[in-house]
């Protein structure tokens, strides 16, 4: 089972940043589209962003413009730069491919409070 580990969260302003990063231990990375994915308190875990082997991104509507979803397939890593925080983005992020082939990790915490 691969199971990526998710790193970078912690507690922020509104309007602060944060930059995640998971990586994953296999070389197999590198073929995937991965995606991040939030999961906030009482609500189901939604994916916010992807990114094709060879970098094409999309995003949801609700962070387009405020993460930029990036990749290192030589390091099997996939970042997440979160700006312009606000309240709605607290959640524990997660990446995995885009349609979850792999198991979960723990996740990151990312708190965005005043």
């Known amino acids: 089972q691969v199971q990526p580990v998710e790193s970078g969260g912690g507690s922020v302003q509104p309007g602060g940043s944060l930059r995640l990063s998971c990586t994953v231990s296999?070389?197999?990375?590198?073929?995937?589209?991965m995606g991040w994915f939030r999961q906030a308190p009482g609500k189901q875990r939604e994916r916010v962003a992807t990114?094709?082997?060879?970098?094409?991104?999309n995003y949801v509507d609700s962070v387009k413009g405020r993460f930029i979803i990036s990749r290192d397939n030589a390091k099997n890593t996939v970042y997440l730069q979160l700006n312009s925080l606000n309240l709605e983005d607290t959640a524990v992020y997660f990446c995995?491919?885009?349609?979850?082939?792999?198991?979960w990790g723990q996740g990151t915490q990312v708190t965005v409070s005043s």
């Open positions: 990114i094709t082997p060879n970098g094409m991104t």
């Open positions: 296999r070389n197999i990375f590198k073929f995937y589209v």
């Open positions: 995995n491919t885009a349609v979850e082939t792999f198991s």
